[in-house]
């Protein structure tokens, strides 16, 4: 079983940066893909950030390309979410997810964490 955990959230303003942390436990082997997905209230968890364990390939969602940077420590079993020039609309709980392949929809990750809330204000 994997288990995850989020921290690095918080309060921030509008144009800040803030790096969360996602740090993995438990029997990770053969779960290759890493991801962050977002839930702001009222709407639906969306995809936000994905890389590979082994290879390292990342693939983010159009609203924060550019401006988010997924990474790894293989070292530390940990994946990171570096968040620049936030916005007000960035605004949500974020959490990390672990699955066998590496996907933007939410179904594809077995393993959650619990999360961790970013707050943007302007």
């Known amino acids: 079983q994997v288990q995850l955990v989020e921290s690095g959230g918080g309060l921030v303003q509008a144009g800040g940066s803030l790096r969360l942390s996602c740090a993995a436990s438990g029997r990770t082997y053969g779960r290759d893909a890493r991801g962050w997905f977002r839930q702001a209230p009222g709407k639906e968890r969306e995809f936000v950030a994905g890389?590979?364990?082994?290879?390292?390939?990342?693939y983010y969602a159009d609203s924060v390309k550019g401006r988010f940077t997924i990474s790894r420590d293989n070292a530390k079993n940990t994946v990171y979410l570096q968040m620049n020039s936030v916005k007000p609309e960035d605004t949500a709980v974020y959490y990390c997810a672990a699955g066998i392949t590496p996907g933007t929809i939410r179904y594809q990750y077995d393993y959650w964490g619990q999360g961790t809330q970013v707050t943007v204000s302007s």
């Open positions: 890389i590979s364990w082994s290879v390292g390939s990342t």
